[in-house]
């Protein structure tokens, strides 16, 4: 994980991020990832638009942060599949913030939530050789 993305997640969850490893970060950003759009979802249903917009933003942010941490060439033709899945669920995100589409965030959650557990099941004994 570069230093400005592991800067911008210490500003989002200081302590935790501090003693993480760059695997536990990751995880946590899925996590946080997946928890902000489940409270967009719950904004948008209450008719709370500015924070179904903060939690949208914070996802779209999170993203990015995944996105930058992605490393090309030891990753390959992975880290490219990643990228195109966060540039897709980042425009998702996008429409279903502009629309309020539930739908659209079901959709993503569903795409990301793979990911995710795949990112999980990596055995304790791998995690320090992770490559992103």
């Known amino acids: 994980m570069t230093h400005a993305s592991l800067k911008k997640y210490q500003q989002v969850n200081k302590s935790a991020a ?17 928890d902000n759009i489940a ?13 179904k917009g903060t939690e949208l933003s914070n996802a779209i942010a999170i993203i990015g942060v995944l996105e930058a941490s992605l490393d090309f060439e030891q990753g390959g033709e992975i880290s490219n599949n990643l990228a195109s899945i966060y540039a897709f ?23 990301l939530i793979p990911i995710k557990s795949g990112w999980s099941d990596i055995p304790l004994e791998s995690q320090d050789k992770v490559s992103f």
């Open 89 to 111: 669920c980042s425009q998702e995100l996008l429409a279903a913030s502009a629309s309020n589409d539930i739908d659209k965030l079901n959709e993503v959650a569903q795409v």
């Open 39 to 51: 409270t967009a979802k719950g904004a948008i249903t209450q008719k709370n638009y500015a924070k």
């Open 18 to 34: 501090q003693e993480a490893s760059p695997y536990q970060l990751v995880a946590m950003l899925f996590q946080k990832l997946l």
